[in-house]
């Protein structure tokens, strides 16, 4: 259900790219969603074809990315992944969340015509 508004950003986004270089038609578009962002890939892409029609993005090709959330080692300072664990890779110290990381849903690329 949250995910209608992050769609239309998505495409406000698109179609001001669009109006600003003179593009005709949005081809293909990565989005990268956080893992710790409740969003639903097959949910932004159902809302985004109702969302796109008569747009510059109407029948873009979405692609999924997974954002990984990081974490930073309160021992020795050591940055990873989150992968579901909180033990340091390096040293087995205690991972602390970096604020911000996994939590965005954002377009990492996108190709037009
Ligand atoms: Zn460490």
Redesign the pocket.
């Known amino acids: 259900m949250h995910e209608l508004p992050i769609v239309t950003g998505l495409i406000e986004t698109l179609e001001d790219e669009a109006r600003r270089r003179g593009l005709k038609k949005i081809m293909e578009v990565d989005i990268s969603i956080g893992e710790l962002s409740d969003v639903v890939d097959e949910c932004v892409r159902l809302y985004f074809e109702t969302a796109s029609e008569g747009t510059v993005t109407e029948g873009a090709v979405l692609h999924f990315t997974k954002q990984p959330a990081m974490l930073r ?1 309160e ?2 300072g ?1 940055v990873f992944p989150h992968a579901g664990s909180f033990s ?1 890779p ?4 205690n991972g602390i969340l970096v604020r911000g990381t996994g939590t965005d849903c954002v377009i990492e690329r996108y190709s037009a015509v």
């Not at 390096?90 to 110290?93: I, L, R, S, W």
């Open positions: 080692c021992k020795c050591f340091c390096q040293c087995g110290g």
